[in-house]
């Protein structure tokens, strides 16, 4: 979650926000949970993970896998 990885790097979301060149406001969406990261644009999330240092993907999965329910039949 980009929350884990901002606190790991001790990233505000200001600095991300700078730092990204992406909107603060876009930034506290994704942050707070009114936005999805699987939802942005390529460009966003390309953005925050080099900011982050992390690949694209592994951004994208990590909200993806605290979503992943397993049904056994």
Known sequence: MIN???????ITRYRLA???G???TTINDICSGKAQPHKCSAETIYRISKVLGVSMEE???K????????IDF
């Open 4 to 10: 884990e990885l901002m606190e790991n790097k001790k």
């Open 18 to 20: 700078k730092e990204s």
């Open 22 to 24: 992406i909107a603060y």
């Open 59 to 61: 951004l994208i999965e």
């Open 63 to 70: 909200k993806e896998k605290t979503n992943n329910i397993t």
